[in-house]
């Protein structure tokens, strides 16, 4: 097993030093930080000449990546001319502002997901599967700024018309009281958990359908085990596997920023951070929440990669 | 209004003795705990063995529902009756205290990077808008983007001497003070001079990027008591009252002027120097920047009063502070304002303001501001270095159309219906004037288009649209920033009109980021407009639609047109323009000035002063600020007169929450 691990996270170096290089390289060719500098030239020339300093822009396109590297490596990633702040600090602080909101909607969507799945496949073409399938359907065709506009309008607008109290916020983090914060994460984790469960919830019933009809659940039913068992433990477990990609994948999305839902609900995130890199363009902040985002991804795919050895005693890791 | 007076006494009840339906209990465990799920056998056992857990699980999440529908309308009991004893007890009183009617929350889109207006990556709009609260300066702008006395008593006295320099002898208002309670004096003024002209040991400006025009040909600057002091120009600077726009202060600042400007330079960011935040002379001081989320200023009790003639408050802030909320999405800013979450909002698209202006609970209003929209036209594209070609454009070109279309309907008498007509002058400035229209330009005249065009060879062809012999189809094509949803409904509107003349105008925008280097500011487009097309690249780009600023000193878009100029996109050279625009900004006598400006605009957008190069801007409209407030939440509002587009912060004493 470590043996694998230790394997797994040296091949991704160099996948991520190749994205790094791509990805610098992409944004520079079509980019220009010095677009708007320009406008105001000879008056902003010193202005002009830090952006040229800082970014290299003298330099080829194919080598400034390198300088970045260097940095990286010692620990430096820059400053975001757009924040205001260290590349670092922004990553930390924007960071555990989009956990906020990610962690609890993987949880809740992963849950829901689970319930939903095992419930529809067990009930399949009853009223409710149906009605669950719609709904998932639904949730797949609602594109995420209209999920999110829709619920801000209906709490923040309809709802407190007709009843007169406005149980949630609808836009800006709140952090006076936890009150407030849960008043103010509601919407997003909200808009996130109906977007992703939909996705999911059609995955897990599919793979529970061809779980629940398969010959070793059959034996389990034969050798007299509840139901309860049948399915909580031997079914759903299995059901499982396919599953825990999707997460893996839904999961590292999220923590590397949902660009739409934050925007929307105005949630100091990685995604509207990233949003502001790539329109100033700041190519500092650009490189650091990419970075970060490639590790989530590689992370959490490596641990799905040991989820499935558990779910799955027959997977070897080798 | 009716809607904060009948709620108020039963949001003044605690929340646990409300009815249920006001806090929302009710509906809340009717959706959650009155639904029967249907469950089959291994999920009824799990229930079983598991229903204390689930119970208490249930109930937790009811009692934070519960509790959360308690804090939210909370904030609004709060508010309400603190509005309530507010308008009981400040009757009469405006402008003498210091806040009082709460904070007002302003949404908008922008955050700035940080405060240091002159920062080049910083060079957003609400950075200065911001300042304005803040910082004040001898003179501020006003509704018919003129100047007044700001900081100042009156008027000052211009005396000019006879080898041609000039001496502007001021005096302050009296009893100005700072925020913590310095008084802000003439010194005050000198070191803000100063620290801008301050020079490190290598002979360099230490200040990042202040801008020094102005202050460069001065040659005397004498304090000669708290509140007088005198300016000397070596020869008159017609933007002689732009100049100190912002008075700095001394007393928190090194004493020495580069030291000074060293410590400016990184104070400005974060607005705090040694931890303190910097003193105001505005009406509001800085006071939290929760980055990504808001801002928030206070009132300052200090404030001295506004003297700007569209100032209806001229006493402190009647708010308690402005909160703005960096709300980068449209859709969610207006919601923010329904919400209630926002008392005030300044975005598009207009169909929103539509909504607002027929809803009682909203009101809207608009204001011309100092930005202007305009098609800059590449002189050195074969078919536009053409005059005759030029001029079809300008005569097919339908600003009516724009107008109609995007603006009169719902801002009828902010801009005028037939577009801008002047590159120099603003239409609601007194010495604006329609060149444009008095050509005959702007107007959509298809038939005078196409006159000009088949006077110079072009031959429409089958499909409608001209061609030259030589040149080939007259297609040209249009850029701007993309996802400018503005600017893209004014090219389309345009590029109708343009068809009809035979003309075929391809819409070739990029985005924001790409478009200025893609584009007009590309490095090869620029040498062919400083070589006269004898260099670089002269097909990068055919027509650009972006804005630049106007202003009470117009003299600013000289430098863009002349001879060579960084900026002069257009390729326009012209020595007697040069000499004309030196003659403008010597002119000390202000009607002639003006005229002189008026004279200066002709090159830029007819053909009657340069009939082989001029006519290369084509105005279309100013660019008129929105806004809309919540009539429910707020007893007035100061958005409008506002020729600054400065927003919220530019006429704050002018608002007061309910």
Known sequence: MLTYVVRRVLSTVPLLIGAMYLVHVGVSATSDPLASLRLCLPRCQEGYDRIVEIYELDQSIWVRPFAWFDDALRGDFGKSEA?????????????????????????????????????????????????????????????????????????????????????????????????????????????????????????????????????YVRTARAKGLSERQVIWKHALRNAMIPLVTLWALDFAALLGGSVITETIFSWPGLGPAFVIALTKPDLDLVMGITILTALIAIIFNLIADLLYGWLDPRIRLD | MTTGATRAPVMDEPCWLRPASQVGAKVMQSSFLGVTPYLFDGEVEFMKKHSKAIRFAASLFAVALVASACGGSDDAATEDTVADSVEETDSGTDGEGCGGSGTLIWAHEQEPGDLHLDDPENGLTITAWIRTGMWEGLFGVNSKTEFYPRLLAGEPEVVNAADGSVTVNYTLREGLKWSDGDD??????????????????????????GDRTGLDTITDFVVSSPSQFSVTWSQFFAGWKALFGEVHPLHVFPADPAEAAAAENDALRTW?????????????????????????????????????????NTGKAQVDGVQINFVPDTDAQINALKSGEADVIMTQPQLAFEEFGTNDEFIVASSAGPIYEHWGLNLFNKHLKKPEVREALALAMNKADVMKGLYTP?????????????????????????????????????????????SVGYVLGSDGIYAHPSDGVLSLRVGT????????????????????????????????????????????ALKCAGSGGKEGDCNVWDIAQFAWVGGPWPGGQSGVLRTGSGNNIYGFANAEFDAKADECDATVDDAKRAGCYNELNLYAVTLQKDANTGLFMLPITQKPSFYAVSATRLASYGVAPDANNAGPLLNVADFKKK
């Open chain 2, 272 to 312: 705090t120097q040694d931890g303190t935040v910097l003193p105001s002379s505005g009406p509001l001081v800085f006071s939290e920047w929760n980055k990504g989320v808001s801002m928030s200023l206070v009132c300052n009790p200090e404030y001295h009063g506004s003297t700007s003639p569209d100032a209806v």
């Open chain 1, 83 to 215: 924040i205001g702040e260290s590349v670092a600090s922004v990553l930390v602080e924007r960071g555990l502002n989009t956990a906020m909101v990610a962690i609890p909607a993987f949880l809740v969507s992963a849950l829901l997901a689970v319930f939903l799945s095992v419930y529809s496949s067990r009930r399949q073409y009853s009223k409710t599967d149906y009605a669950l399938t719609g709904f998932s359907f639904l949730g797949l065709a609602l594109p995420t700024f209209f999920v999110g506009l829709v619920l801000q309008v209906f709490w923040g607008v309809w709802f407190p018309k007709w009843t007169g109290f406005k149980p949630f916020y609808t836009g800006s983090m709140r952090t006076e009281s936890p009150l407030e914060l849960l008043q103010s994460i509601t919407l997003p984790v909200l808009t996130l958990v109906i977007v992703s469960v939909a996705a999911e919830s059609r995955f897990g019933r599919a793979n529970m359908l061809e779980i629940i009809s398969s010959d």
């Open chain 2, 410 to 454: 719902l801002f009828g008498d902010t801009l005028p219906a037939e577009g801008l007509g002047n590159v120099y002058w603003m239409s609601n400035q007194g010495d604006y004037v329609d060149a444009s229209g008095a050509a005959g330009y702007g107007k959509g005249d298809v038939a005078a288009a196409k006159a000009k065009l088949e």
């Open chain 2, 184 to 209: 802000l004096t003439a010194d005050d003024v000198k070191y803000t001079n100063d620290m801008l002209m301050a020079k490190d040991s290598a002979g360099e400006y230490i200040y990042l990027l």
């Open chain 2, 481 to 524: 920033t993309g996802g400018n949803k503005l600017r893209e409904l004014q090219q389309q509107l345009l590029q109708a009109k343009f068809k009809e003349a035979g003309i075929d105008i391809v819409i070739f925008n990029q985005p924001g980021g790409e478009y200025w280097g893609a584009q007009p500011f590309n490095e090869e």
